[in-house]
């Protein structure tokens, strides 16, 4: 296992492409967003050979850069998934990398007044850039989402919301069942906010001022504000908390607008575009900290009674918790591609 970078088989791409949908965004964050585009081995010798894509969004907080980052005795997805085609077993695809990331650290690849129009920019402008930049085959059939966490969120959502692009997609232990995943964090984030008087934006501002991640606190907090600045804002822009910041009792009204965005509850509304899904691939960790695995379980059988077929589905618990599940990536990887091949 080397310590650094290995060599490619195949070719990373690397551009900056400007989004129109992203340029008056309201956290201000940039418009030009970097994209890394991967070619399998043998691309570049067959000009005539168009190839299925797999799109790859990351979990919360997640930004491109971070695809490199080396654990010890682990490679980068980059690197895993290079390998995966390095061989010549698996049918070759395009991998696309996309970058979501906003200031309140991630956008759960949605459209939303408090962070911006990601879930259009990823489907209006990453696809159709890639489409028209590569020798891709440009038809939902042909074409997959993955992600992890809140990646694995989008991926889910993606294809229910936009069947005409996407046709197959993987999740691991994406957001689902809500109640599970988000309540005991409500708690812990009440707690929190004693000290700044119930206000979050009184600790955002003294966030902002401060090394980042320094506090106990500073990692629930930011995915309190960022999840209700995606999901429950204002039509202004301002984050609204789905619970009273000093008492933690529910406020029915938006939290029902998080639950509107589980995608367990999504399915029924969602079933005929489920139902011509070509791949779904779900899995967790039996140990996930936030119950990803009873959100697993929850997906999968929503699936089941939209008249998913068996045949198009993986479905797999295996034994971990949220973090370090990397090694999951190319497996879904290469099952996706031999489903979305021509």
């Given amino acids: 296992m080397l310590p650094w970078s290995a060599e490619f088989a195949g070719r990373l791409d690397e551009h900056v492409i400007t989004s129109e949908l992203l340029r008056d965004n309201p956290l201000k964050d940039p418009y030009?967003?970097?994209?890394?585009?991967?070619?399998?081995?043998?691309?570049?010798?067959?000009?005539e050979r168009r190839y299925p894509t797999v799109h790859v969004i990351q979990g919360y907080t997640g930004h491109i850069g971070m695809w490199r980052n080396r654990t010890p005795y682990r490679q980068p997805f980059p690197e895993t998934a290079d390998a995966v085609f390095a061989g010549g077993e698996v049918p070759p695809a395009i991998i696309v990398y996309v970058d979501a990331w906003t200031s309140y650290g991630g956008s759960q690849f949605v459209d939303s007044p408090g962070t911006g129009r990601y879930h259009s920019y990823l489907c209006e402008e990453v696809v159709p850039w890639v489409d028209a930049h590569y020798r891709t085959l440009p038809h939902r059939d042909h074409r997959a989402i993955t992600g992890k966490s809140s990646g694995g969120f989008g991926a889910m959502i993606t294809p229910m919301l936009r069947p005409d692009l996407f046709g197959a997609l993987a999740t691991h232990a994406g957001d689902s069942l809500y109640e599970y995943g988000y309540i005991p964090d409500f708690a812990k984030a009440v707690r929190f906010l004693r000290a700044y008087d119930g206000d979050i934006f009184r600790w955002w501002d003294e966030?902002?001022?401060?090394?980042?991640?320094?506090?106990?606190?500073?990692?629930?907090?930011?995915?309190?504000?960022?999840?209700?600045?995606?999901?429950?804002?204002?039509?202004?822009?301002?984050?609204?908390?789905?619970?009273?910041?000093?008492?933690?009792?529910?406020?029915?009204?938006?939290?029902?607008?998080?639950?509107?965005?589980?995608?367990?509850?999504?399915?029924?509304?969602?079933?005929?575009?489920?139902?011509s899904l070509k791949a779904v691939w779900i899995d967790a960790g039996t140990r996930d900290e936030w119950f990803l695995d009873l959100g697993a379980q929850a997906f999968r059988q929503g699936l089941a009674e939209a008249g998913v077929p068996d045949e198009v589905i993986h479905f797999e618990l295996f034994e971990a918790g949220h973090m370090a599940i990397d090694y999951r990536y190319p497996q879904s990887l290469a099952w996706l591609c031999e489903r979305i091949a021509p």
Avoid: N
């Fill in 32 to 47: 030009e967003r970097p994209l890394w585009v991967y070619v399998p081995p043998g691309y570049d010798d067959e000009p």
């Fill in 207 to 275: 966030f902002r001022g401060r090394v980042a991640f320094t506090k106990e606190e500073d990692q629930d907090l930011l995915m309190m504000l960022g999840v209700s600045a995606c999901f429950s804002a204002r039509e202004d822009g301002t984050p609204e908390l789905p619970f009273d910041p000093r008492t933690g009792v529910l406020r029915p009204e938006i939290w029902q607008r998080w639950l509107d965005w589980d995608p367990v509850r999504m399915v029924p509304r969602h079933a005929e575009a489920l139902r």
